[in-house]
């Protein structure tokens, strides 16, 4: 059985961080793409960090500087490390693997950033 449980969630002041994680079970973690999403309210999800099986980042133009995505294997943990929060950073983050034609997401975690 499949599982991704993200944490690291939750309130946060404008200007500050968090940091998610996302610990995977049931799949060969090295194997797949490790993306983040995530959807606010009346919005559709939109990605926001990716991390192919071999490293290589990819950042949504509005995190770009912000955001970190990175991964360990030995774990099978992805993290997301999110700086500078901004209000409009605002949604339920959701974790994603993918590879070739299987893709599985985590039930999401809530990140809310206001004063």
């Known amino acids: 059985q499949v599982q991704l449980v993200e944490s690291g969630g939750g309130l946060v002041q404008p200007g500050g961080s968090l940091r998610l994680s996302c610990a995977a079970s049931g799949i060969i973690f090295r194997f797949y793409s490790m993306d983040w999403y995530r959807q606010s309210p009346g919005n559709e999800r939109e990605l926001v960090a990716e991390i192919s099986s071999g490293g290589n980042r990819n950042y949504a133009d509005s995190v770009k500087g912000r955001f970190t995505i990175s991964r360990d294997n030995a774990k099978n943990t992805v993290y997301l490390q999110m700086n500078s929060l901004e209000p409009e950073d605002t949604a339920v983050y959701y974790c994603?693997?993918?590879?070739?034609?299987?893709?599985?997401w985590g039930q999401g975690t809530q990140v809310t950033v206001s004063s």
């Open positions: 994603n693997a993918v590879f070739a034609s299987m893709r599985y």
